[in-house]
């Protein structure tokens, strides 16, 4: 049986469109100014970043829900990047794709935000 880690991601409605595009499977490339892909490690951190900069920087925020292979995920390490729950992994860009292959079941939108949303990002 293979181990998983549960992710998170909080993304706004273009990336969430790319994601829903790929049967939600897979995250789309990091653009060139975005060197890491940096999922977080709980469902409180990912509201906050949906809720607070999503939402602001494009009128939705979601919070998606994904499980990776644990033995791929060992590779990398969790940082601390303010209050004790802002913990996030950061996988360098070039690897992304080898996380998308390492992904077990689909990418589910567990949150929206404004909450009144529909599901599509629109």
Do not use: C
């Not at 890491?36 to 607070?52: G, K, L, S, W």
């Not at 602001?56 to 060992?74: I, K, L, N």
């Amino acid at each position: 049986m293979n181990n998983t880690v549960t992710l998170y991601r909080p993304t706004g409605p273009k990336e969430l469109a790319l994601v829903q595009a790929s049967g939600n499977r897979r995250w789309p490339p990091r653009l060139p100014d975005q060197p890491i892909f940096y999922p977080v490690t709980n469902e409180a951190y990912a509201v906050e970043i949906a809720r607070d900069w999503n939402v602001a920087a494009s009128g939705a925020g979601f919070v998606t829900r994904f499980e990776v292979r644990e033995a791929f995920m060992q590779r990398f390490t969790v940082h601390r990047v303010g209050a004790a729950h802002h913990t996030e992994w950061w996988v360098p860009a070039e690897e992304l794709e080898t996380l998308n292959d390492n992904i077990v079941g689909t990418i589910e939108m567990i949150r929206r935000f404004p909450e009144n949303n529909n599901e599509n990002g629109t």
